[in-house]
């Protein structure tokens, strides 16, 4: 019984997961007519582009679309980053979901296109069926003959039943060796796989229910099997395109997965792949998954890129692209000209736009209790009034930051809660962007290469062009 209680704590301890920015979203918060309730699953307001981003989501579940494109754009700290990580909880395991900052493309050790390409095929699920012979029932008895002497083999007999047949199982070694490993006894009912000689315990018989010496606390009782012994089972596994081009891209390419060092794949390799992915699907074996890529701060990216990702949502096999912005009309990376949110005209014509809108004082907070929560930290009514007042007033993510700050600052003076004091105290320690920039105007002449009196050369250069690039652009949007 010790032991039992032993694993438990520790299968308890296995469950601890660090507090991040987002750590609170459960899901996207709407209901069965996919209306955006006010406050769920961890998410604030936001009740249109909730909704809009609930119509995407389902029509990924359903499987009706594929080589989209979606634009979050919004001001900072208006929640985009958040409705994305919704998406992806209600899409649920099965289907892929890749994250990836646009700057990290520029630092990986591999060309441009190769990291978007591999981004894309970590997004395309393959759900691969197979049968395989499974022997399945309860254990009657178990048979062991150990050798007194010597280095003879271990032989044994297993009788199996199941509501309509017994059959007795000669043991070999292996078998031996991996019953013993599950401490399968009488009673247990068990599912041992032909093809890979593998025993798994799925519990133990409903007869066998009032034998409480042979139970713990955990035990799970099932029915005794019915039917035949052996039967053929479908198993359904979920991998995407790029595991499998890891795998078969080198000698023990699957090491190369848990390493993370997957290198530049061959086009040839991935050509291989999609061609027996193809025949699968032909054959019933295998369906395609479309999952969702999802690009923070596309802006960073460069022309060639976004003409990588025009050709790419044209593939056959493209998955849902999501990409996020809070830049307005700004210049392309690695051009003069101007366009909105960074991003080129024709890659904007192909991208339906959701747009989000600052919050309200009532919304933001309802976040700070969310968050408050989330991080385990007691706040006073008025500090959470405080709170939403600074969150109004600087910044939605600055008042967050000042929860835990100040929970430690309540904790050094051993009080249970967080008080205004402890607010106002974290308030003076650390400067939000407002104040940051007034003490810089202050004290500019005391800074190392200031530039506030004069207009940097280069911004001086490129004025005259980037507008005719924005009108340009907006000519074409007309049209």
Not at 37 to 56: E, F, N
Request: net charge negative.
């Amino acid at each position: 019984m010790a032991e039992v209680r032993v694993n438990a704590s520790v299968k308890d301890l296995t469950r601890i997961e660090r507090i991040g920015a987002h750590s609170h979203i459960r899901g996207l918060g709407l209901d069965d007519a996919l209306e955006a309730r006010a406050v769920s699953q961890g998410l604030v307001g936001q009740s249109s582009a909730r909704k809009a981003a609930g119509v995407i989501t389902q029509m990924i579940k359903d499987g009706k679309i594929a080589g989209r494109a979606v634009l979050l754009a919004g001001q900072p700290g208006t929640g985009k980053t958040a409705i994305a990580m919704g998406m992806a909880k209600a899409l649920g395991e099965e289907t892929p979901f890749a994250m990836l900052a646009a700057s990290e493309i520029f630092s990986m050790e591999m060309s441009k296109t190769e990291a978007l390409t591999q981004a894309f095929r970590k997004a395309i699920g393959v759900k691969i069926r197979e049968e395989t012979e499974v022997i399945e029932g309860e254990v009657v008895e178990i048979e062991i003959d150990r050798p007194a002497q010597g280095q003879a083999a271990k032989t044994g007999k297993l009788t199996m039943k199941t509501t309509e047949m017994e059959t007795i199982y000669d043991l070999g070694v292996k078998m031996i060796e991996a019953i013993q490993k599950e401490k399968v006894t009488a009673g247990d009912v068990i599912a041992i796989d032909k093809a890979s000689g593998k025993v798994s315990k799925l519990g133990r018989s409903f007869a066998r229910s009032r034998d409480y010496d042979a139970m713990g606390p955990a035990t799970k009782f099932v029915q005794c099997p019915e039917g035949e012994l052996q039967k053929r089972k479908e198993m359904v596994h979920v991998v995407t395109l790029h595991e499998i081009d890891v795998i078969n891209s080198r000698q023990q390419g699957f090491l190369a997965l848990f390493a993370g060092d997957t290198g530049e794949i061959r086009p040839e390799v991935r050509e291989q792949i999609d061609t027996k992915v193809a025949e699968w699907r032909e054959e019933g074996k295998a369906d395609i998954i479309p999952g969702v890529l999802f690009i923070d701060e596309v802006h960073m990216l460069d022309m060639e890129c976004f003409s990588f990702l025009n050709r790419a949502l044209e593939s056959d096999m493209a998955p849902i692209l999501v990409v996020a912005t809070n830049r307005g009309i700004t210049r392309i990376r690695g051009t003069k000209y101007r366009s909105p949110h960074g991003i080129p005209i024709d890659l904007l014509d192909r991208l339906l736009i959701i747009n989000t809108q600052p919050y309200t004082e009532k919304e933001i907070r309802r976040i700070v209790d969310i968050r408050s929560e989330e991080e385990d930290v007691d706040l006073a009514e008025d500090a959470k009034d405080l709170l939403t007042k600074i969150g109004v007033e600087t910044s939605l993510r600055y008042a967050l930051h000042l929860i835990t700050v100040a929970s430690l600052i309540a904790h050094k003076r051993k009080a249970a809660a967080v008080d205004v004091e402890d607010i106002s105290k974290a308030y003076t320690l650390f400067l939000d962007v407002k104040r940051s920039v007034q003490y810089l105007h202050e004290y500019q002449e005391q800074y190392m290469f200031n530039e506030v009196d004069g207009e940097l050369e280069d911004e001086e250069e490129g004025e005259g062009e980037p507008e005719a690039g924005a009108e340009a652009g907006a000519a074409a949007m007309d049209t």
